[in-house]
């Protein structure tokens, strides 16, 4: 398994964007992919993954507006996240998924506030 670091999370305004980095600590080349999120007094859930052939999959409220993306050589993935609203205010943590199982970050706090 590997460490995952998250960074990118702030205070942005609604309608504005941001972009979120996970780097991992090892190879990701053979890992799936993923964004979670936890808002405040909710569940957490999938915000987007990316396999390592690279299909995707979004949750239906970000769906157009959050592309993910991998960069294998640099072992990092992206979440590109635009028209930001206050919806969208949550933790967001990276994970990593494979055969022997997940890997969580810490997370990055993103705050969507006028």
């Known amino acids: 398994q590997v460490r995952l670091v998250e960074s990118g999370g702030d205070l942005v305004q609604p309608g504005g964007s941001l972009r979120l980095s996970c780097a991992a600590s090892?190879?990701?080349?053979?890992?799936?992919m993923g964004w979670y999120r936890r808002a405040p007094g909710k569940q957490r859930e999938l915000v987007a993954a990316?396999?390592?052939?690279?299909?995707?999959n979004y949750a239906d409220s970000v769906k157009g507006r959050f592309p993910i993306s991998r960069e294998n050589a640099k072992n990092t993935v992206y979440l590109q996240m635009n028209s930001l609203n206050s919806d969208d205010t949550a933790v967001y943590y990276c994970?990593?998924?494979?055969?022997?199982?997940?890997?969580w970050g810490q997370g990055t706090q993103v705050t969507v506030s006028s």
């Open positions: 994970t990593a998924v494979d055969y022997r199982g997940v890997s």
């Open positions: 090892g190879s990701i080349f053979s890992f799936k």
């Open positions: 990316i396999t390592v052939g690279g299909s995707t």
